[in-house]
């Protein structure tokens, strides 16, 4: 008897159990789909701005943000309903909100010690002399001075061993608030050993959000004799692309000691060939043509050559009409100078030009330079291309076009918020905008004057 009523009440309680955890397997499902679902509570709102979304897009008026991610971009109707208690709210006040700048060419930790030093060039002997802790205390005034001018990331063209080890010592602290692309300097010299040596520094930072390395840079000596006669035959349709390797051996050859053509050929295509990103310094419309001869020998000797390096060739005066043609047929990516800014208009392929500063040389701040590029043009699509140069252009230089350099849902939260709508003013009044708000993977970094002037 005992045995026959204890069945029923086991089934029951078998039956409670098995809803129960029905029940909470389905609140779990809701749970998670809740915060997958576009319309769960976000980490931060940028609303009433001017959002640019590229050239041809209109501009939105709102951004959504969760955790480091853009959730949603629209109208302040669709974003401001996704608000919450714990949701921090940036006015953009009618400003334009951008994707965070991308410094594409800066010496960081000479920067940061022009700051303290009140001077804007240092010379580069002088920088390795300084303490471990002097040079870190560079890089974190480099970082404020970038938050200052809506930079979210920063190519450090100077970097050594020892600065990714700073870099990565402010990371483990939570105050490496700029995304670093590391690019190691290489001489006249580099063997093979030397290459293995920097393929286990980029082994030690692959590609990662935060910080990596994956690029060289040299800089390419002047050798007017020979890049003049090179260029001359290239124009009437015979360029002799492999005189280079010879000009260095032959009798009263004007060529320097160091980088010679047969040299760049040399490194060039060693890197080349290891999966490296080249970077060239070109200080000259002759070093320019040496450089473009060398990555086309990287091309020839390494066929079928190595895809998706995306060198690029930093120049610092305008080339001849052949050597664009060059640089175009290569899809090398040019950098330019904030003083070359009118360059622009001779590419097509915005995402293949540059600007950058410099730094230290000339000012951090890319809104001059993206406002004298503007200036060549009175309408909406110059400043476009100026802003994609300076943003959308040097998230694909470091590889790192999937996750930032536009405004989207799924990319990074870097965002810029100006003073004004820069669209709707003409070019001389450009100059009156100034960043308002600077937002690093989700978070406000930087809010001119008052911290809460700009959120709620």
Known sequence: MTRSQGSPMAARLTAYLVSLIVAATLIAGLIVGAQNDGDAPVDLIVYNGKVYRGPDEPPAEAVAVRGDRILRVGSNWEVRRLRRRQTHLVDARGGTVLPGFNEAHARVVEGGLSLDEGAQTLLEPVVPQHSRARRLQAIRNAIAEAHRFGITSIQDTAAGA????????????????????????????????????LDAVRKQYPDDPLLKTGGVRLTVNDLPTFARQNRERAAVGTPDRHASLELPGQAGSNAPSGLTPAELNRIIALMDRRGWQVVAHAPSDDAASMALDAFLHAVEVNRPGAPGRRHRIELDVPLADVDWRRFESLGLLADLPSSAASFLELFDASDHVLLSSRWPRDSLDPLPTIFAAADTESDAYALAAAIDAYTRAPAYASFDDKRKGIIAPDMLADLVVLSTDIFSLPPDQLAESVVEVTIFDGRVVYTRGKSDSQTE
Do not use: C, F, M, N
Request: hydrophobic share 45%; no cysteine.
């Open 162 to 197: 020892e600065d990714l080890e700073l870099y990565e010592q402010l990371r483990a602290k939570d105050e490496l608030t700029v995304r670093v692309y590391a690019v190691l300097a290489v001489r006249a010299g580099l063997t093979d050993e030397d290459a293995a040596r």
